[in-house]
């Protein structure tokens, strides 16, 4: 910085420096807010990033730009022109630091491992998210667990939750097999949490051996192709 320069910002009243902030600090605000969909309102500036500003700033006219990676969780990267009349009167790059809220599902209490989630509504500071935030639509379907400790007040996201299974491990099923006519019903037990659809490990209860099956509707496991007889055999899929 030159002499005549740092004599310019010296000699700037402290009530136009002061100006100038606030109206830096507006821009900010607001071009975070537009850049992640915020209300301005959500958006705190905990630190500007400069210490000094030019005497345009009271009154010029502020363009900001960051990365299209950035996040503002933290401390981030904006590059700010300042323009008075029209022309440019000076560019500065600010590394501001940024809090962002939202109101976001967070646990109600203390969660352990498959627990069904309690949770409820809080401001949630974007910075503690790690992964993506669930929606209170998708956490009123009832159908999720935790995947691991949840600690109270920890916010929701599909990192820490699990899809409640359509069958657990330890459940007891029919395993059937057969062909044409031909229909055996052996009882059993699922080997572990599984969906509609997937492929199973069934632990045989009369003979104790291990059967491999599909899960083809809840409590019925066959382990071929699936078959009119088994439909009607098993009493959870609906026929037409």
Not at 51 to 73: G, K, N, Y
Request: proline share 8%; charged share 20%.
């Amino acid at each position: 910085m030159s002499p005549a320069t740092l004599a310019l910002l010296l000699s700037f009243p402290a009530s136009g420096q002061q100006a100038g902030v606030e109206r830096l600090e507006r821009a900010l605000r607001e071009h975070v807010a537009a850049r992640l969909e915020l209300a301005p309102e959500d958006v705190e500036i905990l630190h500007l990033g400069v210490s000094t500003l030019p005497p345009c700033a009271d009154t010029a006219r502020a363009v900001l730009e960051s990365p299209p990676s950035e996040r503002f969780r933290g401390h981030a990267e904006v590059s700010v022109e300042l323009y008075g009349d029209s022309e440019s009167c000076t560019t500065m790059r600010l590394r501001p630091r940024i809090r962002t809220w939202t109101d976001a599902p967070v646990a109600a209490s203390v969660l352990r491992p498959g627990q069904e989630v309690l949770w409820e509504m809080r401001r949630v500071a974007l910075e503690r998210f790690t992964g993506t935030p669930m929606q209170p639509a998708e956490l009123e379907q009832g159908r999720w667990l935790a995947r691991t400790t949840i600690a109270q007040g920890e916010p929701l996201t599909e990192l820490v939750l699990r899809t409640r299974p359509d069958a657990a491990s330890g459940e007891p099923v029919q395993v059937l097999a057969g062909a044409g006519g031909l229909l055996i019903e052996t009882p059993g037990r699922l080997m572990s949490d599984a969906f509609l659809g997937d492929r199973v490990r069934v632990a045989n209860m009369a003979t104790h051996g291990v059967h491999d099956g599909i899960l083809f509707a809840p409590g019925c496991v066959s382990t071929g192709a699936v078959t009119p007889r088994m439909k009607e055999a098993c009493p959870h899929v609906q026929n037409p």
